[in-house]
């Protein structure tokens, strides 16, 4: 259980050794942001990242992105923890915080079973009980229903140059939390966790349904006739991005989106864009 500050490891191996409840925090991830505010730490938040949306405190200093943060001025808030992620921030701009003698608490959870571990172990770095909202977290994954036809899924992340989540990766893992399937599993090699596609690769994983998140790109209505030149006309669906890419506090709100899929593919499977008049016509099965 979550509790004072204490001795806490974080996902680079860190330990932050107990020095009392810190006081000026910095988030450098929107997700961090947001599971910091919802454990009740969001008045200690002192910077925060450009993109951070949910739980910033007004007035707060924003530091540029998760890729480009303003370490001078991050160094300049004197804060006492900085929460950061593996994959999300530069190791080399993590590492020249921790030169300066400030704590960073280093997450990189890459599977949906990891989180409720992940949410406990910032709770211990910011002195809060996370329990009850980890534990939340494991019921609802514990509920999650299983399915048995197990539809195939493109999930698209970004646009020009065309680029999809790989098997390795958090969302592909809360794909299979819900009964789906990452079309890409039999079609990348090696490690390619964010692998680009085309014409060739997207027919060759064949899926059911294109999944458009709201970000890190945010795929409209207008990006519809492209995306059925991508992938031959397939059937797509535009889902909450922070739900399917911000680990933490909603996941569970991904896990429920992504068993709706499920239910939604089996009234559209087989079903193309181009059977209908216009893809970007809201009513098209391109736009569910």
């Known amino acids: 259980m979550s509790g004072p500050a204490g001795d806490s490891a974080d996902a680079a191996g860190y330990t932050r050794a107990g020095a009392g409840q810190p006081e000026r925090v910095v988030s450098l991830v929107p997700s961090l942001t947001d599971l910091a505010a919802r454990l009740g730490a969001g008045p200690r938040l002192v910077g925060v990242t450009d993109w951070c949306r949910h739980g910033a405190p007004a007035g707060v200093a924003r530091l540029a992105g998760t890729k480009t943060p303003h370490l001078a001025r991050t160094v300049a808030l004197r804060p006492d923890l900085v929460l950061a992620n593996t994959e999300e921030n530069r190791s080399g701009d ?75 990766t958090y969302s592909s893992d809360l794909l299979h939390a819900a009964g789906l399937r990452n079309a890409l ?54 889902v909450d991005g922070e739900a399917l890419t911000w680990h933490g506090p909603r996941t569970a709100a991904g896990l429920r989106e992504l068993t709706g899929v499920v239910a939604d593919v089996g009234r559209h499977r087989g079903t193309r864009c181009a059977d209908t008049p216009s893809a970007a016509d809201s009513a098209s099965p391109c736009a569910w």
């Open 185 to 238: 599993t039999e079609v990348v090699e090696g490690d390619e966790r964010w692998p680009r596609v085309d014409r060739e690769r997207v027919a060759a994983a064949a899926p059911d349904v294109v999944l458009l998140p709201s970000e890190p790109y945010a795929f409209g209505t207008e990006d519809l006739d492209a995306v059925a030149e991508l992938t031959g006309g397939c059937a797509a669906r535009f």
């Open 94 to 168: 993590l590492e020249r915080l921790r030169a300066e003698g400030i704590a960073v608490h280093e997450t990189f959870p890459r599977r949906v079973a990891d989180v409720p571990a992940m949410m406990r172990g910032v709770g211990e770095a910011l002195g809060i009980d996370a329990e009850p909202l980890a534990a939340e977290l494991e019921r609802a994954l514990a509920d999650a229903p299983s399915a048995g036809a197990w539809p195939r899924v493109l999930l698209l992340v970004w646009r020009k140059p065309w680029i999809a989540a790989g098997p390795d």
